[in-house]
């Protein structure tokens, strides 16, 4: 979810699009374009139709936008890094570091969102007035007054108590306060929102049966996006759980098999990549880490320059984000390899390597005390 196009950052958080979201803004601009816009003002032009459709369905988005950022910046003041925010085909979704630490900080997290909605739904009311008083008959003021209406219809749905939406998480705050279990109040969130996710998927079918075609597409999609949603959000939590306590030297290999920055590609594919056959060493020069090389770099580098080209010519470096600590706990090594869609990570501490975790280390354990309760 976190590929895509890069735009600006706000509050140091980075603001990107997914390339679905392309999808729904030229689907939501035509429906404005040919619909919307034309039942509500018949005695416009083409051309006028589609202008309030692209800026309405960029008004929109800037919307979901501010809505997201609302629950990063509560996150942020409550010391959870953020690592972006992505606008794609259901919305808006803003990636934290990691879960509110308890029930109060969930709670400011979570109504954040719907509060700024309610806001803009407010804004957006009161500029539809003032412009239809001071000058009748305006476009800009269609345009708001159906901003505040969709402001309004979020405010509404993110606040159906079903998990992972906003008035889930509300529910899981007020449970969690509650029982003190962050566990069982995430299982029964994620229940309420799994049912509500297959009621929209029913919803979805009668529309089609009745001839609502792109309504009861759209409402499937949805409550298919939402029960995945649901079910993985409590899948995550019950992994935190599980490797609560747990440190990445704990589950690391020591024995590392890595290769000397002065070794030939050739030497590196024959006594590494099919003796081993890893997709990725760490590279080091005695103990210090330098750099990982990858079989996609290798392969890219033509065949005849294997014999007297280097691992160091053709090694990545090391960057902070796709190294770990031996302290660091197993849950942030986790989100750390998916960040950086990673199977295994090298170990370092002081510069030296000390060993490599990999993704398969860390889920053996979550599977072992899953099945036995733990």
């Known amino acids: 979810m976190d590929k895509g196009i890069k735009l600006f950052k706000v509050f140091g958080i980075q603001i990107s699009l997914n390339y679905s979201w392309f999808i729904i803004f030229g689907l939501i601009a035509w429906s404005l374009a040919q619909g919307y816009f034309p039942q509500m003002r018949p005695d416009l032009p083409l051309m006028t139709y589609w202008l309030m459709g692209l800026i309405t369905a960029l008004l929109l988005f800037l919307s979901v936008l ?26 808006g979704l803003a990636r934290i570091s990691r879960e509110p630490s308890d029930a109060r900080t969930e709670f400011k997290i979570a109504i954040a969102g719907p509060a700024a909605s309610l806001a803009l739904a407010l804004v957006f009311w009161l500029s539809s007035r003032g412009v239809d008083f001071l000058m009748p008959g305006s476009v800009i003021s269609s345009i708001f007054y159906y901003l505040f209406l969709i402001n309004g219809i979020l405010v509404a749905f993110n606040l159906i108590p079903g998990f992972p939406l906003d008035g889930g998480r509300l529910l899981r705050a007020y449970l969690w306060n509650r029982t003190d279990n ?13 049912w509500f996710a297959l009621l929209l998927i029913f919803a979805g079918f009668a529309n089609i049966i009745t001839g609502r075609l792109l309504n009861g597409i759209w409402f499937v999609f949805i409550g298919m996006f939402l029960r995945q949603a649901a079910a993985e959000s409590y899948q995550v939590v019950v992994l935190q759980h599980s490797l609560e306590g747990v440190k990445v030297r704990d589950l690391m290999t020591s024995n590392v098999i890595a290769v000397d920055e002065g070794l030939s ?7 590494y990549f099919f003796k081993y056959r890893y997709t990725s060493f760490p590279v080091v020069s005695g103990e210090e880490l330098r750099g990982i090389i990858t079989l996609k770099v290798v392969k890219k580098l033509p065949r005849e320059e294997w014999a007297y080209k280097q691992v160091r010519d053709i090694m990545s470096g090391v960057f902070s984000d796709a190294v770990l600590h031996p302290d660091e706990s197993a849950v942030d090594a986790l989100r750390k390899m998916t960040t950086e869609e990673k199977g295994r990570l090298p170990v370092v501490e002081g510069g030296r390597l ?9 889920m053996s354990l979550y599977k072992v005390k899953s099945d036995l309760g733990k």
């Open 182 to 194: 962050l566990k069982e109040a995430t299982r029964i969130a994620s229940r309420v929102g799994k």
């Open 66 to 91: 501010l809505h997201e950022l609302s629950h990063s910046y509560v996150a942020l003041a409550s010391g959870i890094e953020i690592k972006g925010i992505t606008l794609f085909i259901f919305g």
């Open 265 to 271: 590609v050739a030497e590196l594919v024959e006594g």
């Open 354 to 362: 000390k060993g490599i975790l990999a993704r398969n280390d860390i």
